[in-house]
């Protein structure tokens, strides 16, 4: 089934674990852990069913990212297609079978888990570009027919997602291979004319989005003109957030959290809860993880040969940050909410194991950096 050598490696279990990148293994721990005290405050100070359900994943998929890391890059290299396929006909499955929540139908029910596949595209998409960049010279790269596949590659999923329809992860899966694309060394004018593009169709793909889509775009430019209702999530967001200070109110002090002001507390809104709680100084805490996060992974792209390593660490790196950037410029009322959850710190099976996948593939480009793809 598997390529000889394709798992295995040279190096040894003990070796492996003194090749793991410390100050990644743990900045996502210590993040893990702060998402314990969080989910914790979400149930009421109480262990309840989001905080037990919450460390049982991250335990189990903090020991995937471990065990994924012990494969070798040449693994992902050779069924990266595979995995992009898989991951499409879950996504097909999901518009005919799928579990259906508050209007979206994004889940397949496993029976141990409600798997949302567009989650696991996030990762999919890198690992189908990359691979695809690693076999084309760079002077190909900017050739038209060279072109035609990324973007169906791109475009099926985001199609599929926007469907659901859940605008927020189409978005980020079609910014996951975007960055491929631009690291590859695609230039400039292509994404201008895509703009372009982007722009006339945008009156026309309005007029299909649902009446709660365009309530949010219309809040986002105008929070106050429903302040009870599109607007409510946003604004009681703000006060949360400004009422924490630069210490906070203190760990399950946070009155609009405690009094249920703010809902999607445990999800979307996790950040806005642990700012109250812990302020100005907290939030620069969990801000700074991701950064250092994001900077390893940018570094271990540093240290590897290979061109599908590189594209896979520095891909990832980039969205990584994106999707904390999108989530908190949301719950900031930057940008207008679409539901994208922060990364490990958010209540959710899914994200968690698709953040969980692809860092360790990045710990893996690492670990195996000096045994080339073949």
Same mark, same amino acid.
């Given at each position: 089934?598997?390529?000889?050598?394709?798992?295995?490696?040279?190096?040894?279990?003990?070796?492996?674990?003194?090749?793991?990148?410390?100050?990644?293994?743990?900045?996502?721990?210590?993040?893990?852990?702060?998402?314990?005290?969080?989910?914790?405050?979400?149930?009421?100070?109480?262990?309840?069913?989001?905080?037990?359900?919450?460390?049982?994943?991250?335990?189990?998929?903090?020991?995937?990212?471990?065990?994924?890391?012990?494969?070798?890059?040449?693994?992902?290299?050779?069924?990266?297609?595979?995995?992009?396929?898989?991951?499409?006909?879950?996504?097909?499955?999901?518009?005919?079978?799928?579990?259906?929540?508050?209007?979206?139908?994004?889940?397949?029910?496993?029976?141990?888990?409600?798997?949302?596949?567009?989650?696991?595209?996030?990762?999919?998409?890198?690992?189908?570009?990359?691979?695809?960049?690693?076999?084309?010279?760079?002077?190909?790269?900017?050739?038209?027919?060279?072109?035609?596949?990324?973007?169906?590659?791109?475009?099926?999923?985001?199609?599929?997602?926007?469907?659901?329809?859940?605008?927020?992860?189409?978005?980020?899966?079609?910014?996951?291979?975007?960055?491929?694309?631009?690291?590859?060394? @695609?230039? /400039?004018?292509?994404?201008?004319? +895509?703009?372009? %593009?982007?722009? !006339?169709?945008? *009156? =026309?793909?309005?007029?299909?989005?649902?009446?709660?889509?365009?309530?949010?775009?219309?809040?986002?430019?105008?929070?106050?003109?429903?302040?009870?209702?599109?607007?409510?999530?946003?604004?009681?967001?703000?006060?949360?957030?400004?009422?924490?200070?630069?210490?906070?109110?203190?760990?399950?002090?946070?009155?609009?959290?405690?009094?249920?002001?703010?809902?999607?507390?445990?999800?979307?809104?996790?950040?806005?809860?642990?700012?109250?709680?812990?302020?100005?100084?907290?939030?620069?805490?969990?801000?700074?993880?991701?950064?250092?996060?994001?900077?390893?992974?940018?570094?271990?792209?540093?240290?590897?040969?290979?061109?599908?390593?590189?594209?896979?660490?520095?891909?990832?790196?980039?969205?990584?940050?994106?999707?904390?950037? @999108?989530? /908190?410029?949301?719950?900031?009322? +930057?940008?207008? %909410?679409?539901? !994208?959850?922060? *990364? =490990?710190?958010?209540?959710?099976?899914?994200?968690?194991?698709?953040?969980?996948?692809?860092?360790?593939?990045?710990?893996?480009?690492?670990?195996?950096?000096?045994?080339?793809?073949?």
């Amino acid at each position: 089934m598997f390529k000889p050598g394709s798992i295995q490696s040279h190096l040894s279990i003990r070796e492996k674990i003194l090749s793991l990148d410390l100050i990644l293994f743990f900045s996502v721990l210590t993040l893990g852990i702060i998402s314990f005290f969080a989910m914790y405050s979400t149930d009421a100070g109480e262990f309840a069913y989001h905080t037990k359900s919450h460390i049982i994943r991250f335990i189990v998929f903090f020991t995937l990212f471990i065990v994924i890391s012990f494969f070798k890059t040449n693994f992902w290299y050779n069924w990266s297609i595979l995995v992009y396929l898989g991951i499409l006909i879950l996504l097909i499955l999901v518009k005919y079978f799928g579990l259906t929540s508050s209007g979206s139908q994004r889940w397949l029910n496993l029976y141990f888990l409600n798997l949302q596949p567009s989650e696991l595209m996030k990762v999919g998409l890198i690992l189908f570009l990359a691979k695809y960049y690693h076999r084309i010279s760079s002077s190909d790269v900017n050739k038209i027919k060279f072109l035609i596949r990324p973007i169906i590659a791109l475009i099926i999923p985001v199609i599929l997602v926007i469907t659901q329809p859940d605008l927020g992860t189409a978005f980020l899966i079609a910014i996951s291979g975007a960055v491929v694309v631009w690291l590859a060394g @695609v230039k /400039m004018k292509f994404f201008a004319y +895509l703009s372009v %593009i982007f722009l !006339a169709v945008a *009156p =026309i793909a309005i007029s299909f989005l649902k009446p709660y889509q365009k309530s949010r775009i219309l809040t986002f430019i105008d929070p106050s003109r429903d302040p009870l209702g599109a607007g409510y999530q946003i604004t009681q967001s703000k006060i949360a957030i400004g009422s924490g200070g630069l210490f906070g109110k203190g760990f399950l002090n946070g009155s609009q959290s405690y009094l249920d002001y703010l809902p999607e507390k445990h999800t979307d809104f996790i950040f806005t809860l642990f700012s109250e709680e812990f302020g100005f100084f907290g939030s620069c805490l969990v801000l700074g993880l991701y950064i250092l996060i994001t900077w390893r992974m940018v570094a271990i792209g540093n240290m590897v040969r290979e061109t599908f390593s590189k594209l896979f660490c520095y891909s990832f790196a980039t969205a990584f940050f994106v999707y904390v950037a @999108v989530n /908190m410029g949301m719950v900031l009322g +930057l940008i207008p %909410i679409v539901g !994208a959850p922060l *990364p =490990i710190l958010s209540y959710g099976g899914s994200s968690m194991m698709a953040m969980m996948f692809g860092l360790g593939i990045v710990m893996g480009c690492k670990i195996h950096r000096d045994h080339p793809l073949g």
